[in-house]
């Protein structure tokens, strides 16, 4: 299955008030692997952006000045998503910018080319009452964002890639035929034709403890097994 993990920066909150995409960051995973691919671009939006917006992003207009227009990457933009899943942090807020500027080309709404999936909703039901922000979210599932200052979308990216990959460890089986493990059995040496059996000792019931323990912090609930 192929994914983009997706993430804009814009001059404001609001794009029916005209507020347009600066940043585009997109990072692949293919079966549950990060692949090394991403897709980066700056863009120009003829406009300035709001104070509070600029605080965050730090992308001043005279930077961008000199960016392509959405216009000119568009197509690029949509070869690299197109038919994957986009998996975005708070979705119904990129794909409403994203749609906005695929209106001003009559290219059609985001949902023509991909499949979206919130990770702020996903994770909400996993984290019910808990901030889950993708700072909180870095924490919780111990994935190191020290670098980051400022948003930056291909950063913000990578971040989310490895924090969906850990929020959703075990459930790649899900409606997903794939093979049984091959487990393998210490077993020791036959002895009198009988076979002896080798339990686990006090250390290693205690590390499976902590082990399951730790899967249930992530998963928001006893393992099944």
């Known amino acids: 299955m192929r994914q983009i993990v997706l993430d804009t920066e814009t001059t404001g909150l609001d794009p029916a008030n005209g507020h347009r995409v600066i940043e585009i960051g997109a990072v692949e995973i293919l079966n ?5 691919a991403t897709y980066h671009v700056y863009l120009n939006p003829d406009r300035d952006s709001d104070p509070g917006a600029l605080q965050v992003h730090g992308l001043t207009r005279e930077f961008l000045s000199d960016k392509p227009r959405f216009a000119d ?11 994957a ?5 708070n979705a119904p807020f990129d794909t409403g910018f994203l749609d906005a500027e695929l209106a001003r080309l009559d290219a059609g709404p985001l949902k023509q080319h991909c499949s979206v999936l919130d990770t702020l909703k ?3 039901e996993l984290h019910p009452g808990q ?10 599932y111990g994935v190191d964002n020290a670098g980051r200052t400022f948003h930056g979308a291909l950063l913000d990216s ?8 850990a929020m959703t460890r075990g459930q790649e089986t899900l409606g997903i035929d794939v093979a049984a493990p091959v487990v393998e059995q210490a077993v020791a040496p036959l002895r009198g034709g009988r076979l002896r059996v080798v339990r686990a000792d006090d250390g290693e019931r205690a590390a499976h403890a902590a082990y399951l323990a730790d899967l249930a912090g ?7 097994w």
């Open 32 to 36: 549950r692997r990060i692949t090394g």
């Open 73 to 83: 990457v568009a197509t690029e933009f949509l070869e690299f998503v197109r038919e």
């Open 85 to 89: 899943e986009l998996v975005i942090h």
């Open 122 to 124: 996903l994770a909400k």
């Open 131 to 140: 901030k889950n922000n993708l700072d909180a979210l870095c924490r919780r």
């Open 158 to 165: 990578q971040l989310l890639a490895e924090v969906f990959l």
């Open 218 to 224: 992530e998963c928001g609930g006893a393992p099944a």
